[in-house]
């Protein structure tokens, strides 16, 4: 089960949209629908959770490039939501030289991740062969919510009911709410 929701502030506060990433294929596409929601380009939050596997947070301030942090990169990687977020840029590799050549790979039947030699690693664990260099855990900007709050320490701290424990710094945890 996913959520999504866009927090924009204002100078009344903060305003609660949920919000449908359906039509969103990449990071600017979702770093445009921000945009949209910010009345003269003030903060907007994109908060988007997975329930029990991850959250992630999405700062546009503006024309600035968008900031994130991903609570677990393993976990989003998995989900089409995450895979949005998770950037060559944020894990820390270069375009297309990290990833697999979709290409190369012999698609035999055995891309469920079982190896079709029976060969384990040291660890007794299948080898499937290199990975994708997706780190287990957090990845992004951990400080990306300081100024309103919510410390790098505290960020990195959250689990269950993240974003409501954010708005709740926020101010925001009502109007938030009410889009849930």
Do not use: C, N
């Amino acid at each position: 089960m996913y959520f999504a929701a866009l927090l924009a502030r204002t100078e009344d506060g903060w305003e609660a949209s949920d919000t449908e990433l359906d039509d969103v294929e990449t990071l600017s596409d979702l770093a445009d629908l921000a945009r949209e929601a910010a009345p003269d380009e003030d903060t907007v939050l994109v908060l988007i959770e997975q329930e029990d596997g991850w959250f992630g947070v999405v700062r546009v301030d503006g024309e600035d490039d968008p900031r994130i942090y991903v609570s677990d990169a393993a976990a989003a990687a998995r989900s089409s939501y995450g895979e949005i977020l998770l950037t060559d840029e944020l894990l820390g590799r270069k375009p297309g030289v990290d990833g697999p050549d979709l290409d190369a790979l012999d698609l035999d039947g055995t891309e469920d991740g079982e190896p079709d030699d029976g060969s384990t690693g040291e660890d007794g664990v299948p080898d499937t062969g290199p990975t994708d260099s997706v780190p287990h855990g957090p990845v992004g900007d951990a400080k990306v919510l300081d100024d309103l709050g919510v410390s790098e320490k505290d960020l990195r701290s959250l689990s269950g009911d993240a974003l409501g424990e954010i708005a709740e710094v926020l101010g925001a945890a009502e109007v938030l709410e009410t889009v849930r």
